[in-house]
């Protein structure tokens, strides 16, 4: 039987951990004297005759538009539509539970994308009863810059003119400066013996891998990892692409540690000395792996080059190899003839009774997941480092449109339903929780993408402001972030209290943060940089604004166990928790300014605001000699909280 978790999958990504092999709709055995039973397929699904309706809406019972050459559900899940007469009777049970899900699926998505719409076609359709109407609203409301309606990156808030008031001048140079740093230099003289490679030792550093890196993007197959490793390890090591991946694996694992290991006082393993030595060892080999023809091979090593650079706080060498990890991907035959391409694979993904195809790279589920996973892990990395900096010849958009359309495919092992403490089993239950994170993970940023799409594209209607207009729509953004939250399965909840998080729900978590960070932004933002102070008749508005506040407080406490986990995030981690720390600085200066003129302020600062700053200077105090960032940012918060310490909160 599938286990609870399996009925509480994130929106988007349900249908794609059923496990048709233990669905909870089998039929149980007949009872002693009973009759014979029918087949399961003829249990679960009369045999019917065919009408008009085709077989991806018949397999679901609905009814079918008929629309030639696709019907309009087809058409919205990608699914490929064929219309011809098919016998249904062969189905199980688990088949058609998929097919159902794939209308939860749709309904799901087509809430949040019909929620969107109807905001920004308000304003289309109010203008289009003539020119009049359109006149008085470029009257009434001026062009927003769009641009400040989605968080802010470190350097243009250091900017702010709040912070020139405090006396701190503009900063936002010397911040741009400090994340040049320039990448490390591989030592040609590091070298990695047979000695380095001893069975017991490698062991101890695969598992490590598997256990706190490969967690978070499942883009190895485990089991071919090991047997590859114990094959050079016997046999030594080569200089082929086989061998750079092995090493990578070896260095990250050197690098990993328990999440809660920070808390035993010791700031990273024994084994780090060995990372940069195995890294260096790959690195020699990272450009023989384009003698061979396997692209996944070469994607896979670039993508764990940055998976280390950003571990060891050297984004700019690890933005440039998840650059190249997507390079490799071109040749991926579910990227090739972008605008087709996709839309095939789609289908193919999800008309779950279609025979095989007939493509090559189709007919290996393994390659397809392979593919999959190395372009989204390596797609989302990148967009996250280029969010770090700010590109000179990368011009920042005011929302990415180049979204993936798929979900990576779960190889068939992470669908069993195991648990752990059975042997053997285990690592089929890493992969599992790997997995599910991982779909969790990426069906938030889909959100993420829609609400700030939606925030961005928004148009106020009647008479209310912009802010007033968008303060009324911001409870359907905050609807639909908390049913994510509600939807995640079990093994990834996030019900429970932050302190009891492992290291995927303690991600996930931060990720939610993110996302209600989006959420108040543009309250936030006006708030600091210039509300009219008249807005005790603004309830709705001044209520986001602490929500807002409260939000970034609730950042730093939340992260406040993993300052000390050195891990592939740790980097973005510091980013978003000296971002929040620098907004409430911002806005307890700002009530501090209006205070001085003597200005009633209409809200204050929330409870704990003071520790939570205290929090991230001390982060940036442990992290100081490794990130230049740290070492800066120590120096602006220690000067700017000295300015507000004294203001009190609410």
């Known amino acids: ?266 700031k990273d393993p024994e084994t780090l000395p060995y990372a940069r030595t195995f890294y260096n060892a790959a690195q020699k080999r990272l450009w023989a792996s384009f003698s061979g023809s396997n692209r996944a091979l070469q994607g896979q090593c670039f993508f764990l080059s940055g998976v280390y650079a950003t571990t060891m706080f050297q984004p700019e060498t690890a933005w440039r190899f998840f650059l190249q990890a997507l390079a490799c991907c071109q040749g991926f035959q579910l990227l090739r003839n972008a605008n087709s391409s996709l839309e095939s694979w789609h289908a193919q993904t999800l008309n779950l009774h279609e025979s095989p195809s007939s493509d090559p790279s189709a007919s290996s589920p393994s390659i397809n997941t392979t593919e999959q996973t190395i372009y989204w892990s390596a797609w989302k990395s990148e967009r996250e480092l280029r969010g770090y900096y700010e590109m000179c010849d990368f011009p920042p958009s005011v929302v990415d449109l180049g979204y993936p359309l798929f979900f990576p495919t779960p190889p068939v092992a992470a669908e069993n339903d195991v648990s752990p403490g059975m042997g053997n089993d285990e690592m089929q239950y890493r992969e599992r929780l790997s997995w599910y994170f991982y779909l969790s993970e990426i069906s938030l940023r889909r959100l993420s993408f829609c609400i700030s799409n939606g925030i961005v594209k928004f148009e106020p209607t009647g008479e209310d402001s912009f802010l007033d207009g968008l303060a009324k ?27 009891e998080d492992d290291i995927c729900r303690f991600v996930l978590r931060g990720h939610l943060v993110n996302l209600y960070e989006i959420i108040y932004w543009p309250f936030i933002d006006a708030f600091i940089n210039g509300v009219p102070a008249d807005g005790a008749d603004r309830p709705l508005l001044w209520s986001l604004v602490r929500k807002g506040l409260e939000n970034h407080v609730a950042r730093l406490w939340v992260n406040e166990p993993g300052y000390k986990h050195r891990h592939h995030g740790t980097l973005f981690l510091l980013h978003s928790c000296n971002r929040s720390a620098l907004i409430l600085i911002a806005a307890a200066a700002s009530l501090k300014h209006r205070l001085d003129q003597g200005i009633q302020p209409n809200l204050f600062m929330p409870a704990r605001w003071h520790e939570a700053v205290r929090l991230a200077i001390e982060m940036n105090r442990y992290w100081v000699m490794e990130s230049a960032d740290s070492q800066y940012l120590l120096q602006i918060l220690e000067k700017a909280y000295a300015y507000v310490q004294h203001l009190e909160s609410q």
């Not at 729509?473 to 302190?499: C, F, H, K, N």
């Open 1 to 266: 039987m599938a286990s609870s978790e399996d009925q509480a999958l994130p929106l988007q990504t349900q249908h794609l951990n059923e496990n048709p092999n233990s669905s909870p709709f089998e039929l149980l055995p007949a009872e002693v004297g009973e009759k014979r039973p029918l087949p399961r397929g003829t249990a679960s699904y009369p045999r019917k005759r065919a009408v008009t309706a085709c077989q991806v809406c018949r397999a679901r019972r609905t009814k079918c538009d008929n629309r030639k050459p696709t019907c309009s559900f087809c058409l919205k899940v990608g699914a490929r539509c064929i219309q011809s007469p098919v016998d249904l009777s062969s189905f199980d049970p688990a088949s058609l539970k998929l097919l159902e899900r794939l209308d939860e699926v749709e309904l799901a998505i087509g809430k949040c994308q019909s929620a969107i719409e109807s905001i920004g076609s308000r304003f289309n359709n109010n203008t289009s009863s003539g020119t009049e109407s359109s006149s008085f609203r470029r009257a009434v409301y001026p062009d927003i810059d769009r641009t400040r309606l989605l968080p802010a990156s470190i350097k243009t808030i250091c900017q702010w003119p709040t912070f020139e008031t405090a006396g701190l001048g503009q900063t936002g140079g010397e911040f741009a400066a400090s994340t040049s740093a320039s990448p490390a230099e591989i030592d040609t003289g590091s070298t990695v013996s047979i000695d380095d490679l001893q069975p017991r030792f490698t062991k101890l550093l695969l598992d490590n891998f598997f256990q706190y890196i490969h967690v978070k993007n499942p883009v190895l197959d485990e089991t071919r990892t090991r047997r590859m490793v114990f094959r050079l390890c016997m046999d030594g090591l080569d200089w082929s692409a086989e061998a750079c991946l092995v090493l990578l694996v070896l260095a990250l694992g050197a690098t990993a540690t328990p999440f809660e290991y920070p808390k035993s006082g010791m």
């Open 473 to 499: 729509e911001t409870p359907v953004y905050e609807a639909q972030a908390e049913e994510w939250a509600m939807r995640l399965p079990r093994i990834v909840s996030i019900a429970g209290p932050p302190d």
